[in-house]
């Protein structure tokens, strides 16, 4: 229950047509979309790894899990683990992106 320290949207750069206007304002042309589609996460160990990794993410998830009391943060943990035991372990996380791309004239 902490809120997100200030910022632009946590998703903002999921919107090709809000990357597509940053890019231009920062003087990119030509800017592209690929969608990359078979990126896994095959080495995590258990939900804890899963934890630690949330937490050095980013900064804004690290601020956000790092603001929560002991309780809370037990409560996460725990939930982590609830969901990280009822997943098919066979399949690894995907991790789909868009990457955008740009060049300078």
Not at 11 to 16: A, P, Q, T, W
Not at 36 to 52: F, G, I, P, S, T
Not at 69 to 95: F, G, H, S, Y
């Amino acid at each position: 229950n902490v809120p997100l320290p200030e910022g632009p949207s946590f998703f903002r750069f999921s919107d090709e047509d809000e990357v597509r206007r940053s890019m231009e304002s920062a003087g990119f042309v030509d800017v592209a979309f690929t969608t990359v589609c078979d990126m896994k996460w095959n080495n995590l160990r258990d939900a804890e790894h899963l934890y630690q990794i949330f937490l050095e993410g980013t900064a804004r998830t690290r601020e956000l899990l790092r603001g929560q009391t002991a309780e809370e943060t037990k409560a996460i943990k725990e939930e982590l683990d609830r969901k990280w035991k009822q997943r098919n372990t066979d399949v690894p996380l995907r991790m789909p992106a868009i990457v955008a791309s740009g060049r300078k004239p």
